[in-house]
């Protein structure tokens, strides 16, 4: 959903590349990031080719599950400026792949005439975006010292496409460089390399109809558990959320001044602790009860574009004072 750009980037070279290890093998070779064939018989097309479709169904795997990831950039982003990104990093990291490249023959002594296909740079080049504006939201702890954030998954399927193969790092460092200095308000690359108002019309036109989807309907499903107890669980934290949402709806209408945060846990005890007291007698009084803030349509359209519906980033973001961080924690621990 509004990500048209991330899902043709996830089927379409993904589709490629599975054609090409079952039923059509002997042309694999035109899709080969050879090297040596671009400095010595400039054949350029192959980085077009080399730098777009992956001949490792690991790779194509690893890598389709990271943009599945990424498509929230395109949400916030849109998918114009999104594709501006991807366009420039692409760009930069095939200058940064050759320049890696001589500078370890030069340094090593070690002699890279191809390297492992893909849209592999503009990947790891999306993980600089990722490190710096995705919100850190700790899920779990193991052993009580390691901790288990809403971003370790990613962080681990990127380290296994970096230890696929023997030159990937290569790539992994063009586009990590390319996305830095993308990003960079100084060299102001976003301001040169970026796609033109007409090209997006034309693909929006053409592309948009085949890979859009409709919204999701805002229904929260009932979890079902494996076992009797996680299905209770389930349940339980379904109707902890369901109350919460209302208690946020009567602070709504309320008219007096607030100041100061929330107390997420006064007001919104967990219902396990809530053992057989009626919901009745725990409704906050109209004196415990603050009254609604205004909220930054700014802070709502970034939670919106982490995939929270407009109903719920409201709510959030009154209840914690118009604070994102806090709204952003509590959506996403329920």
Excluded at 39 to 66: N, P
Excluded at 80 to 92: C, D, I
Aim: aromatic share 12%; with cysteine.
């Amino acid at each position: 959903d509004k990500a048209p750009l991330s899902k043709s980037l996830l089927l379409v070279p993904s589709a490629i590349s599975i054609l090409l290890a079952v039923l059509f093998q002997h042309y694999q070779k035109f899709f080969a990031y050879n090297l040596q064939a671009i400095k010595e018989d400039f054949q350029i097309w192959r980085l077009v080719c080399g730098r777009t479709v992956c001949l490792d169904l690991k790779d194509t795997f690893c890598s389709s599950l990271l943009i599945y990831n990424f498509r929230i950039f395109e949400r916030r982003y849109g998918s114009r400026k999104f594709a501006s990104f991807l366009l420039g990093v692409w760009m930069l990291s095939a200058l940064f792949d050759l320049l890696l490249v001589e500078i370890t023959q030069y340094v090593f002594g070690i002699t890279i005439n191809s390297l492992p296909s893909g849209f592999l740079g503009p990947v790891f080049a999306l993980f600089v975006p990722f490190y710096s504006s995705i919100p850190r939201v700790q899920v779990a702890q193991v052993l009580g010292h390691f901790s288990v954030t809403n971003k370790t998954l990613v962080y681990i399927l990127g380290l296994q496409l970096l230890t696929s193969g023997s030159y990937i790092w290569i790539l992994a460092l063009s586009g990590l460089v390319s996305g830095i200095c993308y990003n960079s308000s100084v060299l102001k690359v976003h301001q040169i390399l970026r796609v033109p108002s007409w090209v997006a019309k034309i693909f929006s036109w053409i592309f948009e109809p085949i890979f859009s989807s409709a919204e999701p309907a805002n229904e929260v499903r009932v979890g079902m558990g494996a076992t009797v107890d996680i299905q209770r669980q389930q349940r339980m934290e379904l109707l902890d959320r369901q109350i919460m949402m209302s208690q946020v709806a009567q602070m709504r209408r309320q008219r007096q001044q607030q100041g100061g945060m929330i107390n997420w846990n006064r007001l919104f005890p967990p219902l396990r602790h809530r053992h057989n007291a009626n919901y009745q007698d725990h409704r906050p009084s109209e004196q415990d009860t603050p009254p609604p803030t205004e909220v930054s349509e700014e802070q709502v359209a970034r939670l919106m574009e982490m995939g929270f519906s407009r109903g719920d980033a409201l709510e959030a973001l009154r209840a914690s004072n118009n604070d994102l961080n806090v709204a952003t924690n509590f959506l996403l621990q329920h």
